[in-house]
């Protein structure tokens, strides 16, 4: 039998707030995918590509950790104590980068790229940053994990779309975002979002582990 939205909706939107604050930072392959749609080069594969490898590794980190934790039921609430507390600290620094002006910028200077080179870039951007392990296989794996069996595809399913609904808005929608992502402005309002949404995560993820105990 189908699960109604009620039941999976708040767990695919969880995931999706979760993705989504990890992802928006500024770092190497978010300004990789930012060059490649100012240049429109390659656009749709490297978008593509970093969106399925995140949904892949997502995947791995909740079917693995679920099947790691079945178990364990001691060592998932840890798990989910620590995550809220990794997602507390993390909105610490993401309020903490919002009193600092920053931007992100890709230029347009540099030679053209075939489309093996772009991909080989965008898969050493992705997979050969171990914060994506970190966040993608442990933090959002661990915290998926938590689910219900019946609801764990709803939060890959949130989780991913939020990947891959910012990875089209960086390639696909970069002649519009580029001056909006110079602005340091721009990026304090986004991380004092971010810091707040995860500090709502963290609590929501300590209640969880009580609730279990």
Avoid at 42 to 59: E, N, R, T, Y
Avoid at 79 to 96: I, K, P, Q, T
Avoid at 175 to 198: E, K
Wanted: with cysteine; charged share 10%; net charge positive.
């Amino acid at each position: 039998m189908s699960l109604s939205l009620s039941v999976a909706g708040p767990v695919f939107i969880q995931a999706m707030f979760l993705s989504f604050g990890l992802i928006v930072a500024i770092g190497a392959q978010n300004a990789f995918v930012l060059r490649q749609g100012l240049r429109r080069e390659h656009v749709g594969s490297v978008v593509v590509f970093c969106a399925v490898a995140d949904a892949l590794l997502i995947a791995a980190g909740v079917l693995g950790m679920a099947q790691a934790l079945g178990n364990s039921p001691g060592v998932a609430r840890a798990l989910a104590v620590a995550g809220a507390c990794f997602l507390a600290v993390y909105g610490w620094r993401a309020l903490s980068r919002a009193r600092q002006p920053q931007s992100l910028k890709a230029g347009e200077a540099g030679a053209a790229l075939s489309l093996g080179a772009a991909l080989a870039q965008a898969a050493a951007f992705t997979l050969l940053n171990p914060h994506v392990y970190l966040d993608t296989v442990l933090l959002v794996g661990s915290i998926g994990a938590q689910q219900p069996a019946e609801l764990r595809g709803w939060f890959v399913a949130g989780a991913s779309t939020a990947s891959a609904l910012w990875f089209c808005l960086l390639g696909f929608g970069a002649r519009w975002l580029a001056p909006w992502f110079a602005r340091p402005r721009a990026w304090q309002v986004l991380d004092g979002l971010i810091g707040v949404t995860m500090w709502v995560l963290a609590a929501l993820l300590l209640r969880h582990a009580v609730a279990t105990a």
